[in-house]
């Protein structure tokens, strides 16, 4: 049987590629997503940070959680007319660190086979503020997203951690990152032997995991990037969003 290709319709009007088209630099948004300080989801996160920052042309800003207060959605509906949240907290600050990122590393200890409630209650408000905002319709906001989950038991959910967080990822139309095979399969699951702070320090394969998952992400954020430069003049507006172009 003859096989068939097809191909997109290419006109001559189509707009060239910008040639050789090269971001400057690419920005990271790594959030620790622990209440604790100094606590195992730091010294991941600061693996994973530590692999990003081995690709030349990557910054990463790190933002811890500790200390901060995000109040729930209570489905107001007030942020389709805000463009934030009404309650004042250290929500604003998140959502504006994380539009402003190209690439994005998460890390979350496990709790409750789970991301902790605290962390859900901001990425619940990231999403529904850009979901109210927006009619439902999201910008293509296109970021590759790196997710660590660790845990005092082994099998204690790390990949179901990552895995759901990865479901919200995708909803917010990001590009979750897997780690390189044989050492991950998905992102950066960790084992931490006890409850006790520092205690990731004895599994060696974690800290090699997030380092690979770190470098990685930075990567592909580099990819991403340099591909919309080079794509832009194609591409609807939508993979562009910022809140000065959208004028808000
Ligand atoms: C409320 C709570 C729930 C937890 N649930 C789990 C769990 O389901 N699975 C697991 O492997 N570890 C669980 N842990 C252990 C933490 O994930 C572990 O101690 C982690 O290293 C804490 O990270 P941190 O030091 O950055 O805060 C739980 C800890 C707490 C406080």
């Not at 990152?177 to 006890?194: C, K, L, N």
Request: aromatic fraction near 8%; hydrophobic fraction near 40%.
């Amino acid at each position: 049987m003859p096989s068939e290709v097809s191909q997109s319709p290419e006109t001559p009007t189509q707009p060239p590629l910008q040639p050789a088209a090269q971001p400057a630099s690419a920005r990271i948004l790594a959030i620790a997503w622990s209440p604790r300080a100094k606590g195992n989801t730091e010294i991941i996160i600061d693996e994973a940070i530590a692999g990003a920052l081995e690709v030349p042309g990557v910054t990463v800003e790190r933002y811890s959680m500790v200390g901060k207060k995000v109040a729930s959605c209570v489905e107001c509906y007030r942020c389709r007319e805000l463009g934030t949240c009404y309650q004042k907290d250290n929500f604003q600050e998140i959502l504006d660190k994380w539009l402003s990122a190209d690439g994005l590393i998460y890390a979350f200890p496990v709790m409750h086979f789970g991301i902790p409630g605290s962390a859900k209650v901001v990425l619940d408000k990231l999403a529904h503020v850009m979901f109210a905002k927006f009619n439902r319709k999201l910008p293509r906001f296109a970021k590759p997203a790196a997710v660590l989950a660790q845990g005092s038991s082994r099998y204690g959910g790390q990949e179901v951690t990552i895995q759901n967080v990865h479901g919200g990822l995708l909803m917010m139309n990001c590009l979750p990152v897997s780690g390189d095979t044989p050492g991950s399969y998905i992102g950066g699951p960790g084992f931490s032997a006890t409850w006790e702070k520092g205690s990731i320090l004895q599994d060696e394969q974690s800290l090699q995991v997030a380092r690979n998952l770190g470098r990685r992400l930075a990567e592909m954020t580099l990819v991403v990037k340099s591909g919309l430069m080079a794509m832009e003049s194609r591409l609807p507006e939508g993979y562009y969003f910022t809140w000065q172009r959208a004028g808000l």
